[in-house]
């Protein structure tokens, strides 16, 4: 079992930063698939970005160039660090955590993740 706990969300003006956190449990984070997803007011969950366990990354093209993903398997920590941000963006954040089951797929949909975060709400203000 594996429980993730999302912060750093917050209130922003727009072209600010934030970076979000999402601390793990578990013994094997080191080897899980690690995203991020995203809801807003009225709107369907949508992804954000991908981590593998190797380093590689995606992200949606949304948040391409704005948004960095990195994961510190010490601390059991991913990150979401996310620049130049507009209100589109506000949304409530959610980490997720597959054991990376599928192959050849970006892990951009919610089914492809076993574990799930609380969610932190990230406000950008025009």
């Known amino acids: 079992q594996v429980q993730l706990v999302e912060s750093g969300g917050g209130l922003v003006q727009a072209g600010g930063s934030l970076r979000l956190s999402c601390a793990a449990s578990?013994?094997?984070?080191?080897?899980?698939?690690m995203g991020w997803f995203r809801r807003a007011p009225g709107k369907e969950r949508e992804f954000v970005s991908t981590m593998w366990s190797g380093g590689n990354t995606y992200y949606a093209d949304s948040v391409k160039g704005r948004f960095t993903i990195s994961r510190d398997n010490a601390k059991k920590t991913v990150y979401l660090q996310m620049n130049s941000l507009i209100p589109e963006d506000t949304a409530v954040y959610y980490c997720a955590a597959s054991s990376g089951r599928s192959s050849g797929t970006y892990y951009s949909a919610p089914y492809e993740y076993d574990y799930w975060g609380q969610g932190t709400q990230v406000t950008v203000s025009s």
């Open positions: 578990g013994r094997t984070f080191s080897s899980y698939v």
